[in-house]
């Protein structure tokens, strides 16, 4: 079954420094989001993307942050300036078209912990 | 502000026992609920509800929304070990690609 795929599994990084996450979403579907979640807190929202240009972000989704697919199959998420509240597990998703009402389909998630 | 609250925000049930989770919303533009098991790491998908009184079900899941009164509940029926999971409510607003998820029942269903 084709499945999103995330990596690193897990990242450490000191403040300040620029990070890259990195997705793989399954290759026919148009649609992509991430998503982070703090320890012991709820899953939030950051980002949507469509069509090589973000449809949709949240307060969370500042300056810091930026997204791009730079080769058609990866999907990325980058932190500038991490800060030490950026710690969180980030998930990427994927879904296939979202006015045929598909489901996303989350990868793995990536721990990121800034130092 | 949207919001998604979900209770309880945690169960201990026995195998075998039926339990109900629910979750209410307040978000503006209302698209679509979905529902998540969210077990080691990502939550996979359960439901996807966009009409109100018809019943989605899947084995021993099922799930209903009440557009009119804002909620949604998640049976399980028969529970299992493997039901021990955190249940995560999540409203998709019709404003973009927004989602916002509820901090998600934990339920642990013991031998």
């Known amino acids: 079954e084709p499945e999103v795929t995330q990596t690193p599994s897990h990242q450490v990084t000191q403040m300040g420094q620029e990070v890259i996450l990195r997705c793989v979403p399954i290759s026919n579907h148009l649609y992509f989001y991430w998503y982070r979640q703090i320890l012991g807190q709820k899953v939030e929202f950051l980002v949507s993307f469509y069509n090589n240009e973000i449809s949709e972000k949240s307060e969370i989704f500042d300056d810091q942050f930026s997204v791009e697919r730079p080769d058609g199959s990866n999907f990325t998420l980058k932190i500038r300036s991490t800060k030490l509240e950026d710690s969180a597990m980030y998930f990427c998703?994927?879904?296939?078209?979202?006015?045929?009402?598909?489901?996303?389909?989350f990868g793995p998630g990536t721990r990121l912990l800034v130092l | 502000e949207d919001k998604v609250v979900q209770s309880p925000l945690s169960l201990v049930v026995h195998e075998g026992d039926t339990v109900t989770l629910n979750c209410s919303y307040e978000v503006t533009n209302f698209r679509s609920l979905l529902w998540y098991k969210q077990e080691k790491k990502a939550p996979t998908f359960l439901f996807m509800l966009t009409s109100s009184g018809i019943e989605k079900k899947s084995g021993r899941l099922s799930s209903i929304l009440d557009k009119k009164e804002l909620f949604s509940i998640l049976n399980i029926t028969a529970t299992q070990t493997g039901d021990s999971a955190i249940y995560l409510c999540a409203v998709e607003s019709n404003t973009g690609n927004q989602f916002y998820f509820g901090t998600g029942t934990s339920l642990t269903v013991i031998p």
């Open positions: 998703a994927s879904s296939l078209d979202r006015e045929m009402w598909e489901t996303q389909y």
